[in-house]
């Protein structure tokens, strides 16, 4: 199977709160889970991504965690900012999640 | 180092007629991967060239179809264009294979089929 399956399709968020938006993928052959930013107007650009060698990464305010035996990773996102407000993507090696639409409410 | 760029960045075409999308990726960088995105749908795969050779391929119709040239260059062609091709078509690059590096995204040819 090469579906990846993201949820929620769209959250809210208050200043300052945790953004959490989790994927969920088939094929254990899946090796490189990247998440993307997309602001309006422009292409998707590379947030963040983990291999499922680590259980997590972190990079600032944002976290991958990933649990291998259940396939499946999620993107945490601490102290969220209204600049944080866009559409995010998981990926699992090459297939794309259909998308989170992030509102952070100031 | 320029992005990728693609052109034309807006298009209006009707039913039946074609069209061509082109797409230039970063230089040195030798794949370039096609996806449609639409609200809801998210982003589907339509194929990926490397080295002037379609290395993978998603789930459209022959209507959709691509090329990559010795520079690295891609074009996205749909002919007998439906209604249901409007979308917005996003074009990525990578320095290798792009199934499991980082692709870089131009900002996207918003076709409309009217």
């Known amino acids: 199977q090469q579906q990846v399956k993201q949820s929620p399709q769209s959250l809210i968020v208050q200043k300052g709160g945790i953004s959490i938006i989790n994927c969920a993928y088939e094929n254990t052959a899946f090796d490189y889970f990247p998440w993307y930013q997309q602001f309006p107007g422009k292409g998707p650009a590379l947030l963040i991504a983990i291999r499922p060698d680590v259980s997590e990464k972190k990079e600032g305010r944002f976290t991958i965690s990933f649990n291998k035996s259940a396939k499946q990773f999620s993107l945490h996102i601490m102290d969220s900012q209204p600049g944080d407000s866009a559409t995010y993507f998981c990926?699992?090696?090459?297939?794309f999640g259909q998308g989170t639409r992030l509102t952070i409410n100031p | 180092k320029a992005g990728v760029t693609q052109t034309p960045r807006y298009l209006i075409k009707t039913r039946g007629q074609q069209v061509t999308l082109s797409c230039s990726p970063i230089s040195g960088h030798r794949s370039v991967s096609w996806y449609q995105q639409t609200p809801g749908q998210g982003l589907q795969f339509l194929f990926e060239?490397?080295?002037?050779?379609?290395?993978n391929k998603g789930n459209f119709p022959g209507r959709f179809s691509g090329r990559q040239f010795s520079n690295s260059r891609s074009e996205m062609n749909v002919s007998t264009l439906e209604l249901g091709d409007s979308a917005l078509y996003l074009c990525?690059?990578?320095?290798?294979?792009?199934?499991?590096?980082?692709?870089?995204f131009g900002p996207g040819t918003r076709l409309t089929v009217l």
């Open positions: 990926a699992a090696t090459g297939v």
């Open positions: 060239y490397f080295s002037e050779t379609q290395r």
């Open positions: 990525a690059s990578s320095l290798v294979r792009s199934r499991d590096n980082e692709q870089f």
